[in-house]
């Protein structure tokens, strides 16, 4: 299958400060990325849909000031979470659509103190 | 009614037996299914995916699909303690929408 990376795996950060997390298609162009959180022993849950060259497009109750989504190649997505409070302490997952199928990155843990 | 439903579980089989999964739809009009496993703290992994009514066997896993009754299903044959996850069924017509997701646990 296709191959999702994400950058990176894990991070800490301070309440208050910013974190940007990759993810890149690594064997075939991606015109369609998704973002994901996961709560633990919670189900997944959408954040938003990034096209290439377009804005994102957030689920409700998605704040998109706060997570920042640029999909600016057809490898590249990022997602930055702006002004991170530990409520926002979670596993964000990124997945790249290839036609039907979609394949998941590694995930990047995010801890905010 | 949820647009993708599963039952949570846990779901506890012994090694060996065959391990039943389910997943039943809403929309009428989807096109493409898949089984995805989720070992704790990683990410899913797409395990199968099935476009057409009936069976599909790779190795252990048969995914079987049935649209008619908006009904889709994985049969994890000869269960290890491995297989113990958590299995997403997601299905997919404009967009991919998820399960919440059936806890699997193979017991020695």
């Known amino acids: 299958g296709a191959v999702v990376s994400q950058h990176p795996s894990r991070v800490i950060c301070k309440s208050g400060t910013s974190v940007k997390i990759e993810c890149r298609s690594l064997?075939?162009?991606?015109?369609?990325m998704f973002w994901y959180r996961q709560f633990p022993k919670k189900s997944l849950m959408l954040m938003a849909t990034?096209?290439?060259?377009?804005?994102?497009?957030?689920e409700q109750g998605v704040e998109k000031d706060k997570f920042l989504i640029n999909h600016a190649s057809l490898t590249l997505s990022t997602l930055t979470v702006t002004s991170a409070h530990p409520e926002d302490s979670s596993f964000y997952i990124c997945?790249?659509?290839?036609?039907?199928?979609?394949?998941f990155g590694p995930g990047t843990r995010l801890t905010v103190t | 009614q949820k647009e993708v439903e599963q039952n949570s579980g846990p779901l506890s089989v012994p090694e060996g037996a065959i391990a039943s999964l389910n997943c039943t739809y809403s929309?009428?009009?989807?096109?493409?299914f898949f089984w995805y496993r989720q070992y704790s703290g990683k990410s899913p992994e797409l395990i199968m995916s099935?476009?057409?009514?009936g069976d599909k066997e790779d190795g252990r896993f048969t995914a079987q699909l049935n649209k008619a009754s908006q009904y889709v299903s994985l049969l994890i044959r000869d269960s290890q303690p491995s297989d113990s996850a958590t299995y997403l069924c997601?299905?997919?017509?404009?967009?991919?929408?998820f399960g919440a997701g059936t806890r699997l646990t193979v017991k020695p």
């Open positions: 990034s096209n290439e060259g377009s804005k994102a497009t957030y």
């Open positions: 099935i476009y057409s009514n």
């Open positions: 064997d075939f162009q991606a015109t369609t």
């Open positions: 997945s790249a659509s290839e036609g039907s199928e979609q394949y």
């Open positions: 997601a299905v997919n017509r404009d967009d991919m929408r």
């Open positions: 929309d009428r009009g989807s096109q493409s």
